[in-house]
């Protein structure tokens, strides 16, 4: 079994509140991340896949269909975006790190599964020093 990771990253804006808490409460909870008029981020995302090497191509998967894959389903609809009102698979979600990351997990793992490697570790950096991990 080989692991593979791809690497990418986007520009996000997102907020970070409960609608029924008040603005005071939720600073308390979320920090500057439940600034009323939106901040952003510029997330790291880390695909890892595992699989056997194929004999044929000496590859687990060719990473150009892996991150064409990636793009498709999960860069093209964060990049520059608002998260909290334009990201599909974030609706209803509070718009954490942890959510995004479990979020990333089901949309890629029915596509990645396509590609006849499995889902192994979706990491999603929000900051140098928060990031979050998510093994399925
Ligand atoms: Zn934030």
Partial sequence: MVFLTRRERFCCAHRLYKEEWSDKKNLEVFGKC???NWHGHNYVLY????????????????????SSLIETHVINKLDH????????FMKGKIASTENLAIAIWEVLEPHIIKL???LHRIKVEETENNFVEYFG
Avoid: F
Wanted: charged share 30%; hydrophobic share 35%.
């Fill in 34 to 36: 439940s600034n009323a």
């Fill in 47 to 66: 695909v890892t896949v595992k699989g056997e090497i194929k004999e044929e191509t000496g590859y687990v998967v060719n990473l150009k269909s892996l």
């Fill in 116 to 118: 006849d490697i499995e």
């Fill in 81 to 88: 975006k608002n998260m909290n009102l334009e990201v599909d």
